[in-house]
């Protein structure tokens, strides 16, 4: 007897493809919209991300741990945030302060012709690179570093996300955005916002608070 395909299809993969169509319905309930950011959140395998231990919880909502003390991001923050930061728009280059495992830069790759992603811890920034390598995206430009000064020899980006939570976003970040470029990051300490910073020309920058947040915080210096 010929083998069953739909069998064939989740040996292939170590989790059903309908538990990653089920995380982009859950996101899309929750209110993003954007059908660019939701395609590209289904065509990324999110645990190809996660060791082998937490690859069954790999499509819940929720941050997981990746080690270091850090988390991969929770699936519908990380599809709000690329959504306000697009705004509906193509962009050329974008910049994501704190890779950690590398997973929201594979979905930037998808909305975006070039990303750069900085993480200021050695091992992660050496993990990200390894779970990118099989997903062969020509696209992405990882950096080690203290992604709060940017990257000045790259800049202006058409957006910018931050990963981890500062008391306020640092000033070389906003001068580092295009105007009309927007950035994306949550502020606080215990209790974060999450805001669109909108540059509106040389000299001026808008803000907007989108909602409560939580992601682990912004640190300076490397590691
Ligand atoms: N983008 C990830 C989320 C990683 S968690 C995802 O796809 O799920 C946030 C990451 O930001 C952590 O790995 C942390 O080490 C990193 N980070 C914190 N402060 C940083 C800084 N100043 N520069 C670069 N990375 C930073």
């Known amino acids: 007897m010929a083998p069953i395909p739909v069998v064939a299809s989740v040996e292939r993969e170590p989790v059903p493809e309908g538990l990653r169509k089920a995380m982009v319905q859950r996101i899309a ?100 690179k390894s779970n990118l390598r099989p997903l062969r995206i020509a696209n992405i430009r990882l950096h080690y570093g203290d992604g709060c000064g940017g990257l000045k020899l790259i800049a202006p980006f058409d957006g910018i996300i931050l990963a981890a ?20 990051a949550p502020v606080g300490g215990k209790r974060q916002i999450l805001q669109l910073i909108e540059r509106i020309s040389q000299t001026e920058w808008r803000s907007t608070e989108i909602e409560q947040c939580h992601f682990v915080p912004l640190r300076s210096g490397v590691t």
């Open 29 to 128: 309930q929750l209110g993003v919209k954007d059908r660019i950011v939701l395609d590209a959140m289904l065509s990324i395998p999110r645990h190809a991300f996660l060791e082998p231990g937490m690859v069954g919880q790999a499509y819940i909502d929720a941050s997981l741990p990746i080690g270091h003390h850090q988390t991969i991001s929770q699936p519908y923050i990380v599809a709000r945030m690329i959504e306000l930061m697009r705004a509906g728009k193509d962009l050329d280059r974008v910049l994501e302060v704190g890779t950690g495992c590398g997973y929201q830069a594979a979905v930037l790759s998808l909305v975006s012709k070039e990303v750069f992603s900085i993480e200021r811890i050695r091992a992660l920034h050496d993990l990200a």
């Open 165 to 184: 939570a500062g008391i306020e976003i640092p000033e070389e970040l906003l001068q580092q955005l295009k105007i009309g470029g927007r950035l994306v």
